[in-house]
């Protein structure tokens, strides 16, 4: 069999086993619509019920406030969108930050369409949002504070604790884009002084497709979509159980085993970087020591990121440049941009992110190539 090593875990995830196996059930059997009123409907209910359960005690709140959606996106719209239109008439202004994934900034951008203004938080050159400059942007009219957990680019850690305490005093909307905080930062909302939380099942070895949202009771957003009283109207449409059985299952094994998966992938990671840095000369670290455990972003000076990348995809190993949605346009990344570096260098970007299946044998592999990857572009490249 040809190679494969899989370091491109922040765009989605191998779904796991005992996950595929937990959501078979109510694909084969129970496939039943939960809001039936006969055994079958109600097996389905069940499970539902049960998930948001689970998936409640991991984020420290009461089940009510677990809503399952159809993706991170989603989960991030109707925070965002919804929380905004529904409080206009206390404000119109919003704050973001220079690193946010696009499902937030767009949502944003939008909103600006229908009368809102919006300001956005600036970063330091380790990628992490600048709380002062964050706390000199509020106003009066300011309702709705959305900055994200970890970035999903350079896996830095936002001091979202620090935000929502400043939210808090000012009793302005907290939201936080945690999506790629799953299964590697804790989940405690209450902790984390946030009214909402977005997180996406595909990152953390659920399938792709199924989201959740946590609002704080009492936070109405309108909702997108209009239809019945699914997810109490604020995300109406048939639930999806497999997925949605799916989704806290795996969110339970992140959880269960994070001392294990952090242990591991810390190891793995700094094994790269200590490779990477160690055997090849003028690059620059795009990511900080305060960032999630699997991910390491990197720029090789003089080589765009995209050569990097079609030169390992030719050993069987997959990484990538800027998000998984901004490849396939050769902007560079605005994620790297905001930290200060310069357009080139935003280019020569490369992002690895393991998981809990990346193995030692995986990682010297993908430093052995990457070493003799850089190596040869260089030498045809201009770079001196
Ligand atoms: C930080 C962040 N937010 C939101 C999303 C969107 O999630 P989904 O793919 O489930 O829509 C992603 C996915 O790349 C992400 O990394």
Redesign the pocket.
Known sequence: MEKSVYLDN???TKVDKEVVESMMKYLKDDYGNPSSLYTLGQNARSAVEDSRKRVASILNCEPRDVFFTG????S?NIAVKGVARRYKNKGNHIITSAI??H??LKSVEHLAKEGFTYDIAKVGEDGIVDVDHLKSLIKPETILISV?Y???ETGAIQPIEEIGKIAKEREIYFHT?A??GAGKLTLDVKKLNVDML?L????FHAP??I?ILYKRTGINPIPLFHGGHHELSVRPSTENVPYIVAVAKALEIAYRDIDEHRAKQTMLKERLKAGITKNIGNILLNTPDNSVFNTLNISFVGIEGESILFSLDEFGIAVSTG???TSGSLEASHVIMAMGRDHTTSHGSVRFSLSKYTTEEEIDYTIDKVKSVVEKIRKISPYK
Do not use: I, L, P, Y
């Open positions: 922040n765009a989605t993706s991170g996106t989603e991030d946010e994934h499902a937030v994200m970890a970035n999903n884009d999506v790629q977005s996406s099942g595909h990152k792709k497709g989201g998000s998984a949605c």
